[in-house]
């Protein structure tokens, strides 16, 4: 096992694309964290510069305290696991699970006894003289686990191996990826676009955008704690509600709501006068006839989703959707995916508990609890208050 | 209207392959004639003369030492042909050098000079090197790969997904033992269609023999060509020669008919199907 320090680490493609930006990140010794960020943001490129299959253009990666910045792949005693497994076709189970062990010259005895182990950790005994052809998706990604655990590396790297599975599949190993790292305790790096993978697996997780780390801390702290406009909204499923608010006679206003700034507190003055205003869709509340809240707005739904134990609702506001640099880098992979043209007004998203009440096409009062509001700078995107994480379980996540 | 084309499309597939299949034909029947006969007389001899094949095997010369010869000069201008080429197919598709692209278009462009211009310093370097009358040249020929297959190679290899090849780093391999390992074991389909299309290709060759090996060393095509004589005359037993020269042709067709499925896959996979 090996602690992993990248220093100022910085990659440019031959076409001049600067993938990774100057990334500076200690991983400590047994640690599993997670590299998270939209498509394109370098988290890829990263790992791959971790493993030693691309060169770095500057900075250095020390693993275990020794330098690696220009040491081979196979030299770094790394195991990686691929997105598509990567497994060797024309070898069965078990020819793939020894291969790198071979190499290696490890003797056979040993190469038997790592195989029967590893077989028997992830459940492949039956398995073992099929070729990857013959498996199904979840057993191709065990034995690509295998393969990564018979070497008994001091570092894994996981490139988005989940991502093949499907949803039901992918929470199963999502836990147990998590049991066999408590297991091991070996030193994990694991990149996903997956915000749910990263909330859920990693100790720590780095969100990644346009090549730079934007924040590294535990999933609790980035959920709720951003440092900035990216995070927020790319941590939460869904994700954050965000509008463009102003400040003007103690008031925040915003899609024609005013808001009283005196419930904030002392946060208030640190308000400049335009603003980005966060919410998350579990920190509205719904005010009932007859009953106050000093920030409340009125919700127009028109779409409902019963999920069992709660409810989403969409509602549409009267401003513009907020379309910085940073939601565009999120939004431009989820668009592409979209059924309809986006909408030219902001649809926020409220989370309510479930009951028998239909939501759909009425007109509801939903308070927001002010010291649970995010307020971002416009330009920078940096977040102009402090919010601490509460003490309360996480959401549960789509 | 669509029966109408697919009628005029069969018509045409038809034709095509009688201009191939009939003088095949026409050779196996006529090599069934009475060995002085010649060719003339009606396409289906009556009796057949079977002894013609047993003539051609054992009669005038010894049909497999020239076999053998031809086994031997095939082996040694293909094996390694096919080999070399995978492997600079792989280095083309896989490793990053600069100036690869040009380097390829420059490989590919030799397979359109003429045989003619190269040929003469070709045979001025074999002779210079004291390889005239021996089977060296063919080894040459073989290490020094082609240019097509490499061209293929490159084809198949471009669309392996690359996480084999990162796997395969992981794992400790160099480039040579991914290649040996994990790409050539799963490059059936495109060597089923490089060692058909070379060794046929050497199988049959008849010029560069003629001009450069003694009679012991000469292989089947030449040999055959010289044509039979019956013992003591100048005159072509035409039935026996065309005997021989059927014989000649079942290895490459047998190949052929084992290896037809991969075959058609390796045409399919390498990218060579229109």
Known sequence: MANIELQTIVKTFPNGTRAVDGVDLTIEDGEFIVLVGPSGCGKTTLLRCIAGLEEVSDGAIVIGGRDVTDVDAKRRDIAMVFQNYALYPHMTVRKNIAFGLKVRGTPRAEIAKRIAETARLLGLEELMDRRPLALSGGQRQRVAMARAIARRPRVYLMDEPLSNLDAKLRVRVRADLARLHAQLGVTTVYVTHDQVEAMTLGQRAAVMNAGKIQQVDTPQALYWSPVNLFVAAFIGSPSMNLVEAHVADGSLRFAGFSLPLDELGADAAKLPQHVILGVRPEHFAEVEDGEAAAWSIEADVTVEENLGAEILVFFPIAAEPVETDDIVSIREGEEQEALLAQEARALFTARLPSGTRRFMGKKIRLALNPKRCYFFDPVTGESLVVRKAVDEPLPALA | ?274
């Open chain 2, 1 to 274: 209207m669509r029966l109408a084309t697919e009628a005029v499309l069969y018509a045409l597939v038809l034709v095509l392959a009688a201009i191939f299949v009939v003088p095949l034909v026409w050779g196996f029947f006529s090599s069934l004639r009475e060995m002085h006969q010649g060719v003339s007389g009606p396409v289906i001899p009556k009796p057949a003369h079977w002894d013609n094949y047993r003539f051609a095997w054992s009669g005038q010369f010894a049909f497999t030492h020239y076999l053998w010869n031809t086994v031997v000069l095939t082996f040694i201008a293909t094996v390694p042909a096919v080999l070399t080429s995978a492997l600079a197919g792989y280095a083309f598709a896989r490793i990053r050098a600069r100036g690869r692209n040009t380097f390829f278009i420059l490989m590919l462009g030799t397979t359109f000079i003429p045989f003619a211009i190269t040929f003469i310093p070709f045979f001025w370097v074999i002779v210079k090197l004291n390889m005239y009358s021996t089977r060296w040249p063919w080894l040459i020929w073989g290490i020094s790969g082609s240019a097509f297959l490499i061209f293929l190679f490159r084809q198949f290899y471009a669309s392996f997904p690359t996480d084999l090849d990162d796997a395969a780093a992981m794992d400790g391999c160099g480039h040579l033992r991914t290649f040996l390992q994990i790409y050539l074991p799963n490059s059936g389909a495109p060597l089923v269609v490089a060692f058909i299309w070379l060794g046929t290709g050497w199988w049959g060759e008849y010029i560069l023999a003629q001009l450069l090996l003694p009679d012991q060393l000469l292989p089947l095509g030449p040999k055959i060509a010289q044509g039979y004589y019956s013992a003591g005359q100048e005159i072509t037993l035409v039935p026996v020669t065309l005997a021989a020269a059927l014989l000649f042709t079942v290895p490459p067709v047998l190949a052929f008919l084992v290896l037809q499925k991969k075959l058609t896959r390796g045409i399919v996979t390498t990218g060579l199907k229109g």
